[in-house]
């Protein structure tokens, strides 16, 4: 059993989402990150779809009572435990780690991310419609429909084989190029429409070649974009009659701004859609900071679908190459636990 | 697919994961029919596990829009799937429930309804009485879990929406604006015209499925007194209320109800 003893900015329990529910108006939530759930999970022995904990920024930490766990987290996270008898050590992302009986860890901060996926072996919150996924605005999945909070317990299902240990590099977007000016202009895949048309051809242009910065106002309903005005064709053009949104749909209303919705966005709405990010693409709306520059790449249904299932193929080869880290770390409260020597005779009976 | 001499279909982008069926640009119930017939032609297909990779379809007011799992199919090998499905075979099913939902208008449950029926040139029970007169169709569930669009209202009590929306519309609000009516499920803010409050709770998540409505069903409206409206409030907090009590069968709904033409 884990306790929350303070949840940071915002926890939330999520896993692949409950689909399926689109025509009754909910969105299918889930993890932001797929990628990063699908990892986080295999560096801890879990199945791929087993329900993570999303941490938004930092100030996540959870105590361990009876049962030592083991816990992996994908992203940038400054992590660490603190054992019973007060000795910390810091943990380091990508990989797994146990933790003992009487101690407490921490994720304090997301690094140069939004957020940080935490991975629990045997983590096995409830279920509801389907899915541990929170969806806050109809109160579903999480804790009780909310997301975490001091106090909360946390059900684990604690491993048979309690190996640690299992390490991965970082599986970031933008593969193999870790250099400060790859992150500089981020690019995003999409392909237009389904209302293209209701733009200028020289909007739709400017859409794929200018640059968009990301606002303070971007969650896990959507994020908004700041940079050159997209133009409607005809003051009529700004507004349909309400149509279908999916997670990479991207919105501009009258204000010209471009929204990308993500996971937890309305099922319809009422704003011409110039294009829709593809899936595989939408965790970088999800993971990069407010003044992040990006720009919109043009590609065609056929290429976006390769696109997606090459990248689906990167995550598997990812899970699938995990190794032992060379410092191992053990958790010397466990390492005191254990009977190392055993048949010791008391000298003096 | 064979087109129905209401417009032709389209076939929009939507991404690696989706793909949009239109079949036109204006909120009508010959759309609608369109719609929910090619709707419960798909959903029949997916039981019948005859278009692997497709997840869900989502009715909207003039389209059908498909979620697919791009790993293991493609909008274009759905959209190839769908030309060969025939509009016309599906158009007689009628799958939709039939409502009666309890309203208590007016008061401070329908704060909008005196300035409404002022603005349309009407007694207040002559708004109630249109309102009611009507057996609405479901065009889709959007904007909200369990929120369902209605229509066609009266022409005699259509108005735009508020200029100023509420911040906060209460929860079970029976609301209009132009040719929909609507019940919010949950409190949240909004810009239609506030005429009453119906008591039944329009989303349950223990309930499957957890929306009361679903696209394709008919609601009509009949008026309560404050006092079987805290009745009702009384049983549907209690749960010894079944929504089963609200439903019509399809031969009772279909006599004498004044239908919304086109």
Redesign the interface.
């Known amino acids: 059993m884990l306790r929350i003893e303070s949840a940071g900015l915002l926890s939330l329990i999520q896993d692949k989402g409950r689909p399926g529910l689109r025509h009754l108006g909910i969105p299918a939530s889930g993890a932001l990150v797929p990628a990063w759930m699908r990892v986080a999970n295999a560096l801890v022995g879990n199945k791929a779809d087993t329900p993570i904990i999303e941490c938004h920024e930092g100030g996540l930490q959870l105590s361990i009572r009876d049962q030592a766990i083991i816990v992996a987290v994908a992203g940038d996270a400054t992590a660490s435990s603190t054992s019973a008898n007060g000795a910390s050590r810091s943990l380091k992302p990508w990989q797994s780690h146990v933790i003992g009986p009487g101690s407490t860890f921490t994720i304090s901060s997301s690094g140069r991310f939004r957020l940080a996926v935490l991975a629990i072996a045997g983590f096995s919150p409830t279920m509801q419609l389907g899915s541990a996924s929170t969806y806050l605005r109809a109160s579903l999945g999480g804790i009780d429909g909310r997301e975490l909070q001091a106090g909360d317990e946390l059900s684990v299902v604690p491993a048979e084989n309690m190996e640690a240990g299992w390490c991965c590099p970082p599986l970031l977007p933008n593969e193999g190029d870790d250099s400060p000016r790859a992150t500089d202009v981020i690019s995003i895949a999409a392909v237009p429409g389904p209302q293209q048309d209701a733009f200028l051809e020289q909007t739709l242009q400017d859409f794929f070649s200018e640059e968009y910065t990301l606002t303070r106002e971007a969650d896990r309903m959507g994020a908004r974009l700041l940079g050159p005005t997209l133009i409607h064709k005809s003051a009529a053009a700004r507004d349909i009659v309400s149509d279908a949104i999916v997670p990479g749909s991207v919105q501009v209303p009258g204000n010209g701004q471009p929204i990308v919705l993500l996971a937890d966005a309305h099922t319809a709405g009422g704003y011409p859609k110039i294009a829709t990010v593809l899936t595989c693409d939408l965790e970088r709306l999800a993971i990069y900071r407010t003044g992040q520059r990006f720009r919109f790449q043009q590609v065609d249904v056929l290429s976006a679908v390769t696109l997606t299932r090459q990248h689906n193929k990167r995550v598997e080869r990812h899970c699938s190459v995990l190794t032992k880290a060379g410092d191992a770390t053990i958790d010397p409260s466990l390492l005191m636990q254990q009977n190392l020597i055993g048949g010791v005779v008391d000298a003096k009976a | 697919m064979v087109h129905q001499p209401d417009g032709a279909v389209r076939f ?7 793909l ?1 069926v ?1 079949f036109g ?3 009508k119930h010959s759309t609608l029919r369109r719609v929910s017939a090619m709707n419960a032609q798909i959903s029949g297909c997916i039981e019948r596990g005859e278009l692997p990779g497709l ?9 059908l ?1 498909l ?1 697919l799992d ?2 293991i199919t ?3 090998e759905m959209a190839d799937k769908l030309r060969g499905l025939d509009e016309q075979a599906a158009q007689n099913q009628n799958l939709g429930r039939h409502w009666l939902m309890p309203v208590h208008y007016g008061g401070s449950d329908g704060p909008d309804l005196e300035p409404f029926a002022a603005i349309a040139g009407l007694s207040v029970d002559q708004v109630i009485h249109r309102h009611q007169s009507v057996r609405y169709s479901v065009y ?8 369902g ?1 209605m229509g066609d209202v009266d022409e005699s009590i259509r108005q735009p929406r508020r200029r100023e929306p509420r911040t906060r519309v209460p929860a079970g609000s029976v609301a209009v604006a132009n040719q929909l009516t609507a019940i919010y499920p ?1 409190e949240s803010p909004g810009g239609w015209h506030l005429i009453g409050r119906c008591p039944i709770p329009l ?1 349950n ?1 223990q309930q ?4 009361l409505f ?2 394709g069903d008919t609601v009509k409206f009949r008026g309560i007194d404050p006092s079987e409206c805290d009745e009702l409030d009384q049983r549907c907090t209690t749960d010894s209320f079944d929504m089963k009590e609200l439903q019509i069968p399809g031969k009772l709904a279909n006599q004498a109800d004044t239908h919304a033409t086109d």
Do not use: H, K
């Open positions: 929009l982008d939507a991404g690696d994961a989706a949009i239109e640009d204006e909120i997840i869900e379809t989502v009715p909207t007011f003039r389209s829009a979620v791009p790993l493609s909008p274009a889709m569930l959007g904007f909200q879990p369990g929120f669009f949950w989303f998540p499957d499925p957890p929306a679903r696209a």
